[in-house]
């Protein structure tokens, strides 16, 4: 199965498609033009486990990378995954 990513810049937030279907999330603020703090990551139960948290939060910190912004990991399951892969 292919999982697709949309970006959501006026919600702040990704999203993770899988089939069309909306599995999960990834939530963020813009606290100043500089930095981007990731706050809320979520993968529906049925779908954990299989690695679609990691890639959704990979695309939101390529995305921060892309546009040159400071990361802040306020999501438990971003700072996890920054102590694991240090950018």
Do not use: W
Not at 64 to 81: D, F, H, Q
Request: glycine share 6%.
């Amino acid at each position: 199965m292919n999982l697709d990513i949309q970006h959501d810049e006026e919600a702040q937030q990704f999203t993770a498609l899988l089939e069309q279907e909306d599995i999960g999330e990834l939530a963020y603020a813009l606290p100043d033009e500089e930095t981007i703090d990731f706050q809320h990551t979520y993968i529906e139960e049925e779908y954990r486990g299989k690695g679609y948290a990691n890639k959704l939060i990979k695309h939101g910190l390529d995305y921060a990378a892309s546009k040159g912004l400071e990361v802040r990991a306020s999501c438990p399951a971003v700072a996890r995954y920054l102590e694991r892969n240090p950018m």
